[in-house]
């Protein structure tokens, strides 16, 4: 039997792995990691706020949101010499990618864009891997970007399509397919993903995975988020889910997606170094290292540094993911994805 194109992958196929006994899922999906990325090291990455709160959007999840009263301050874009000085504070600390994020709905040209344009110059001179999270993009400042050095774009997708009405109203989820386009057709590596425990269902998650797994190239980078229930927000009073639900979630996406960078991102600071480790044991080889997620708490870099110690991981370095380029996946491998 041959191995499917990803693009032709049905969400019959994505829940059949998904459902598969906890063992076999581990199983399959470490095994496929292994063939694809060396298991005992993580890329460690720096995420910065560099313009905060105010947002027009209503993200139901979003302490940034203007529609909600979250303590969260208004900050204007940051001056260029403290990005320049977080970034090189975050190589010394071993991080190989540097992120930036903007509180805003879309890119406007003009000189705000023009300083994120010599931010990213900047960044990609200190040879590290530049993102940046700046809401919806055009085909014109993606190219901007991408001529300025950007190496990656995150713009997740959030949740199913379904669900996603639920959570946003502000913004469409085909604006959100959108920009992943625009940023593909510059060159640019895609970042996506979402956030797990917002109230939705399994299938929900289903056919979220799903999504990310029928770009066509499939994403470079999935950010898989556990939610933190932030005072003030729509979802301050959501009920956490278990770490297995998402120990699920990133053994299927490592099946259906085996070339992507998976990163466990926000919501670590509710889990134990046994579930970090089965998370990385499903095929998760990322975490964000630093205090904050933009506005959100994250494990200190001491904390990580121990962990990492004691589950015999090594933070990589940036020569160990210098062949990840734009690709497209065109199989899936039958051997470890389609259950028996």
Not at 51 to 65: D, F, I, L
Request: with cysteine; charged share 20%; glycine share 6%.
């Amino acid at each position: 039997m041959s191995s499917p194109h990803f693009s032709s992958l049905s969400t019959h196929t994505v829940k059949k792995i998904y459902y598969l006994p906890m063992m076999e899922l581990l199983y399959r999906a470490h095994n496929t990691h292994r063939k694809h990325f060396d298991p005992n090291k993580i890329q460690t990455s720096k995420l910065l706020s560099i313009k905060t709160g105010g947002c027009p959007e209503n993200c139901s999840y979003c302490p940034q949101s203007a529609h909600y009263q979250t303590g969260v301050d208004k900050e204007k874009l940051m001056n260029l010499d403290k990005v320049i000085s977080a970034a090189k504070k975050a190589k010394a600390e071993g991080a190989t990618r540097f992120c930036m994020g903007a509180a805003w709905r879309e890119v406007r040209d003009g000189p705000q864009f023009d300083r994120v344009l010599e931010m990213v110059s900047a960044v990609h001179k200190l040879d590290m891997e530049v993102c940046c999270t700046l809401g919806m993009l055009s085909k014109l400042q993606a190219q901007k970007l991408k001529q300025a050095g950007l190496y990656a774009y995150n713009h997740n997708i959030d949740c199913s399509k379904n669900f996603y009405p639920n959570i946003i109203t502000t913004r469409s989820y085909k604006d959100r397919i959108q920009t992943i386009h625009n940023v593909r057709e510059a060159g640019i590596t895609v970042c996506t993903g979402g956030i797990l425990g917002m109230g939705e269902t399994e299938q929900d998650r289903i056919d979220f995975l799903h999504q990310l797994a029928i770009f066509d190239p499939q994403p470079e980078s999935v950010t898989i988020n556990k939610l933190i229930p932030i005072p003030g927000t729509p979802l301050a009073t959501q009920k956490p889910i278990f770490t297995m639900e998402v120990v699920r979630v990133i053994g299927t996406a490592r099946l259906i997606m085996p070339k992507a960078m998976i990163r466990l991102s926000a919501g670590r600071t509710g889990m134990t170094e046994s579930d970090q480790f089965l998370c990385f044991f499903a095929g998760a080889n990322s975490i964000f290292i630093g205090e904050k997620l933009l506005t959100s708490s994250n494990p200190e870099l001491p904390h990580d540094k121990t962990m990492l110690k004691d589950l015999g991981l090594m933070a990589s370095t940036k020569k160990d993911f210098s062949s990840m380029k734009t690709t497209s996946v065109k199989t899936i491998d039958n051997g470890y994805t389609e259950p028996v």
